[in-house]
């Protein structure tokens, strides 16, 4: 079981930066891939971007080159630097895990949310215009 908790969200101008972060529960982290999504009113829960056990990452086209996703798994944590902000952006962020012995997390399926298994409760990041 892993239990995750987002921090790090709030209200920042559009351009502006925020790192949210998500701390894990657990014995093997290191183990696990994470992935961040996000939801707006009104609109379907989205992909942001993915890391696995072994440090590959991917990123919605629209968070590319703004969005740096990492891990530390000394602390169990993973962290979701983002730059240039746009009102766009303004959603509950939510942080995700899925077991490597998950035979779901490849190819196209990293992008679905029903890939994952845990989830937390979601941090609010509003952007300003």
């Known amino acids: 079981q892993v239990q995750l908790v987002e921090s790090g969200g709030g209200l920042v101008q559009a351009g502006g930066s925020l790192r949210l972060s998500c701390a894990a529960s657990?014995?093997?982290?290191?183990?696990?891939?994470m992935g961040w999504f996000r939801q707006a009113p009104g609109k379907e829960r989205e992909f942001v971007a993915t890391?696995?056990?072994?440090?590959?990452?991917d990123y919605a086209s629209s968070v590319k080159g703004r969005f740096t996703i990492s891990r530390d798994n000394a602390n169990k944590a993973a962290y979701l630097q983002m730059n240039s902000l746009k009102p766009e952006d303004t959603a509950v962020y939510y942080c995700?895990?899925?077991?490597?012995?998950?035979?779901?997390?490849?190819?196209?399926?990293?992008?679905?949310?029903?890939?994952?298994?845990?989830w937390g409760q979601g941090t609010q990041v509003t952007v300003s215009s």
């Open positions: 995700t895990a899925v077991s490597a012995t998950s035979h779901e997390y490849i190819g196209t399926m990293i992008f679905d949310p029903r890939t994952y298994d845990y």
């Open positions: 890391i696995n056990w072994n440090g590959s990452t």
């Open positions: 657990g014995r093997t982290f290191s183990s696990y891939a």
